[in-house]
């Protein structure tokens, strides 16, 4: 009986550590495959860093993505706007000028000042060419200060609050 539960054992746990070996598999967002005559390189995007290698005039990071990226400017939805927002970065008060507001004079112009997490902070109608916005009681940080006609967004700025 104790042979038979014995061996009852062992096989449960060979088909248990069997069951454990998996072959590398990867789901992500993107990635591609470069391959030359001297390297093959597999990349993704979605991630985290696993390990960094260094070797003379090489450095490798093994894992998928590396997370280095620095945002230093938002792309304008509209180019043809001629709006000037100061100081920046700013302690208390920002000011935007609209130099060309009276064309969009007729437009439900909007602005407002979006977190880091994406929390709408501050939000007003603008209903002149010169908008003057107290951020004294925002925490330091970075925001989004968005500019919107007709619900619909045309021009964004990175305010740095000291």
Known sequence: MEKVLLLLMG???????????TQSQLLSTAGNTYVNANI????????????TYNSGSYMMTQGFQQG???VS??????????????????QKTIIIKWKDYDTYAQ?????????????IMLSKKLFSSE???DLSGFIPGVYIL??????????SFKIIKN
């Open 68 to 70: 280095n990226f620095n």
């Open 146 to 155: 968005s500019i919107r006609q007709d619900n619909q967004l045309t021009k």
């Open 73 to 90: 400017g938002i792309e304008d939805l509209r180019t043809d706007l001629d709006i000037v927002v100061f100081p920046n970065p700013t």
């Open 131 to 133: 908008l003057a916005l």
């Open 11 to 21: 096989l449960f746990l060979t088909q248990t550590a069997l069951g454990q070996i």
């Open 40 to 51: 093959q390189l597999d990349w993704s995007i979605g991630e985290c860093i696993t390990q």
């Open 107 to 119: 437009c439900q112009n909007q602005v407002e000042i979006i977190d880091i997490s994406g929390k």
